[in-house]
């Protein structure tokens, strides 16, 4: 099964991509590599998913504000790909930091929020090392935002 047949088999609406709002780009593609600039959690609303977990947010709104950065590098790698998510061969990495305060220790099963929908939408192309980071805070506020690295066909 594609992968595009498998987000829509799993009923999940992907966002826009969004442009930088920086001095960088969202993605890059070298060689066979393509690296997803950090993707910041914003609901179905575009409204954004802003707070301190642990103080603002409980680990499973956290989770759900990573899956919603998920979502979002998905749609970058989407745009990345010209429209063909069959270019993706791997997912290698993802990197996720978390708006948490001094004594929340749950940064992973935050985090584990993007891994899930990656490898439910990529299956075994969709398992990846990873990093998950605390951080006192994050741009405009927001309580997660991932990175990615993947290999293209």
């Not at 070298?30 to 690296?35: A, F, M």
């Not at 709104?61 to 979502?71: M, S």
């Amino acid at each position: 099964m594609s992968f595009d047949n498998k987000i829509k088999e799993l009923k999940i609406e992907l966002p826009e991509a969004k442009a930088p709002v920086g001095n960088y780009v969202a993605t890059k593609i070298i060689g066979n590599l393509l690296y997803i600039s950090g993707q910041i959690s914003i609901d179905e609303n575009g409204e954004l998913i802003k707070g301190k977990v642990g103080l603002d947010l409980n680990t499973e709104k956290a989770y759900q504000a990573a899956k919603r950065c998920a979502l979002s590098i998905i749609s970058q790698a989407k745009q990345a790909c010209g429209g063909n998510l069959s270019k993706i061969k791997n997912c290698i990495k993802l990197t996720g930091f978390v708006n948490s305060t001094d004594n929340f220790i749950e940064q992973p099963k935050v985090i584990n929020g993007a891994s899930d929908l990656i490898a439910e939408v990529f299956g075994d192309a969709g398992m990846h090392t990873r990093a998950a980071v605390s951080t006192n805070s994050l741009p405009l506020g927001v309580a997660v935002e991932i990175d990615a690295i993947f290999e293209l066909i």
